[in-house]
């Protein structure tokens, strides 16, 4: 779209600018509350956090809104453009508006009932008890993870293990009350539980055709994965298997020695050449990125906007204002790669919201009627570049700026390529379990059916107990993001798709601006106006499926070491096509912040890297 007023009747597009300005404002109220709380900032509130929620949810569902839209639908001297955002706040308006009064007030209570859940949840003295001193040390959800994978020690393993599994019996009483009370909410509106109306809202289908896709994935790596368990307690004994030895089984010694090759203090810096080498334009957005753990942070990375981009109807462009958080424990092993691949994620989520191009804000929320598996695929598709020999021989380089070498980047391959069917495995345990537990009757969704219900799906989709606890896994709680998991399998199945389709027909996709270029106009610049499934048909020229995906998967380990070592050669050679320390011009404002300390800023610092060199200074005075 250029940057011209929306065409057509001046009177409608005065009606969209109007529905544009009051959103913003309910919009923002609601997510300067939820970055304050998730952030744990000083004055946060969840009273304001559940007023703004509501008043959003009021805005959202507003029965006389959703009539003005169709009456303005139904004016015989409407654009095409006119038409298509009017179609966009129809949908928006008619996910959140339901006939019945009663509603408003369970939803009202439902808030309420989350926000107390959250409470829980971030209260709990989560840790672990040295065995020798019985001294307890506080660790968050990602710290155990951390420690089961990189502990040597069998006992502490164990101990973190037995801390996430205290998460669920302290949740599972509270939840119990929210999924009785979302189901009884999804009846009231039609639906047949909670499930099938969240898929049908953000994914634009049925629950049904859901799974049939995921039933096709499970069915076709169900072998794969069994052959795995076999294979990695052939290799290191049956004890591997428990859920507190299977990721240090799996993650060896390979974590440790290539933790060198990524300095968490050039993580902004790596991130950022990458993106631009991509061709990625943030189009003026200002980023404030919150990147290290500290105690009573969520324990979850993500990225909202309190500003969506969007075109006002006089033609002016609204950059887009971002947050983005992430959980850091610089110095620990892993955590620069760590930080890394989540500053590919969330800021891929970023580059994809910065760059639609639409007469509404609306078009570039995240929530429904935005599409789950359309977010993720975009996160996910440049977080994947972390894997590719193609990116590690350009980007992952040491502090003295030496690449990361080939004989390590195999043995990557070799310890990783033959296990990777746990990862889908476990990506499908968390919608398997949500459906399983919104299908539940009323009078069994009790405290005690939750968790063995959460045991049962460990046991059937992953071949036993999970190293990452169902009732761990932060998205089932919150409203926003619970019975939203399968869009991340969804979107993987995109990622693969989209990637076998570059490299066909381009050769490449690291270092290669046609990729951010394609991306841009043909993933990012229509936001929700065009479905998911559409877009990856536009794209790649075929409907999505989980063929390419699975190919990847049943590829011989020796294959992918060959294909892969080609690839290797030729990125070393080639180098990063922005060197370090070269400028890098994302346009974009990006502002690196500690809850409530502002670090660095690339305005007041005059480029990325300044304000780099200013949270590295930070960084090492914090004693991390
Ligand atoms: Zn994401």
């Keep these: 779209m250029a940057a011209t007023a929306l065409p057509g009747n001046p009177d409608v597009s005065a009606f969209i600018q109007g529905i544009n300005d009051k959103y913003l404002e309910v919009h923002r109220a609601y997510e300067d509350n939820f970055w304050a709380t998730k952030m744990a900032l000083s004055g946060a509130s969840t009273s304001a956090l559940s007023s703004t929620k509501n008043a959003l949810d009021e805005f959202l569902s507003s029965q006389d809104r959703l009539r003005a839209v169709c009456d303005a639908e139904a004016r015989p001297d409407l654009s095409p453009e006119q038409l298509r955002v009017l179609a966009v706040l129809r949908r928006t308006f008619a996910t959140y508006v339901s006939e019945e009064e009663s509603v408003a007030t369970l939803r009202a209570r439902l808030n309420d009932l989350e926000a107390e859940l959250a409470g829980v949840r971030n209260r709990m003295r989560l840790g672990t008890t040295d065995p020798a001193t019985g001294e307890f040390r506080p660790a968050s959800s990602v710290q155990l993870r951390n420690a089961m994978r990189m502990s040597g020690e069998e006992s502490a393993r164990r101990a973190a293990y037995d801390a996430l599994r205290s998460i669920g019996p302290a949740i599972a009483g509270p939840f119990a009350a929210i999924v009785r009370l979302r189901n009884e909410l999804a009846r009231r509106a039609g639906f047949p539980n909670y499930y099938e109306m969240k898929v049908q809202a953000a994914e634009g289908f049925t629950q049904a055709r859901l799974f049939q896709m995921l039933d096709g994935l499970e069915s076709a790596t169900r072998q794969l994965a069994t052959d795995a368990r076999a294979r990695l307690a052939a290799a290191k004994g049956e004890d591997s298997l428990k859920p507190w030895n299977i990721s240090n089984a799996l993650a060896g010694d390979i974590e440790t020695r290539m933790d060198p090759y990524f300095p968490f203090e050039n993580a902004v810096d790596v991130w950022a050449r990458t993106f631009a080498a991509l061709g990625i334009d943030y189009r003026g957005s200002t980023m404030r990125l919150d990147l290290c753990d500290r105690p009573g942070k969520y324990s979850n990375g993500f ?133 399983a537990l919104y299908d539940l009757p009323d009078d069994q969704i009790t405290p005690e059916r939750i968790l063995s219900l959460a045991d049962e799906v460990e046991a059937r989709v992953e071949g036993g107990p999970a190293p990452r606890p169902l009732l761990s896994v932060p998205h089932i709680l919150s409203d926003e993001s619970s019975a939203y998991y399968h869009g991340y399998v969804l979107a993987e199945m995109g990622v693969h798709q989209a990637r076998a389709h570059f490299l066909k027909t381009l050769g490449r996709i690291v270092d290669e601006p046609e990729v951010g270029a394609a991306l841009t106009r043909v993933y990012w610049q229509p936001g929700n106006s065009v479905p998911f499934l559409d877009l990856v048909e536009r794209l790649t020229e075929a409907p999505l499926t989980a063929d390419a995906w699975v190919k990847e998967l049943q590829v011989p380990v020796e294959v992918k070491v060959a294909e892969e070592e080609v690839a290797y050669r030729e990125a070393l050679e080639a180098g990063p096509r922005i060197p370090p320390g070269s400028p890098v011009d994302l346009n974009m404002r990006i502002l690196l912040v500690h809850g409530d300390e502002t670090v660095a800023d690339t305005e007041v610092e005059g480029s990325l890297p300044a304000a780099c060199a200013k949270y590295t200074a930070w960084l090492a005075n914090k004693g991390t």
């Design 303 to 435: 990225c909202h906007w309190p500003v969506p981009a969007y075109r006002k109807v006089d033609g002016a462009w609204v950059p887009a204002q971002t947050n983005f958080t992430s959980l850091a424990t610089p110095g620990s092993v892993g955590s620069g790669k760590t930080a890394l691949v989540t500053l590919l994620h969330e800021g891929g989520h970023a580059a994809h919201f910065a760059n639609v191009d639409q007469a509404s804000p609306l078009c570039s929320q995240e929530r429904a009627p935005t599409s789950v598996a359309y977010a993720e695929n975009q996160s996910m598709l440049l977080d994947s570049l972390a894997g590719d020999a193609a990116w590690l021989a350009r980007y992952a380089r040491d502090a003295a700026g030496q690449p990361v070498p080939w004989s390590l980047v195999r043995e990557a391959i070799e310890a990783g390529h033959p296990y990777a069917a746990f990862s889908v495995r476990s990506m499908l345990a968390v919608p398997y379990f949500e459906k």
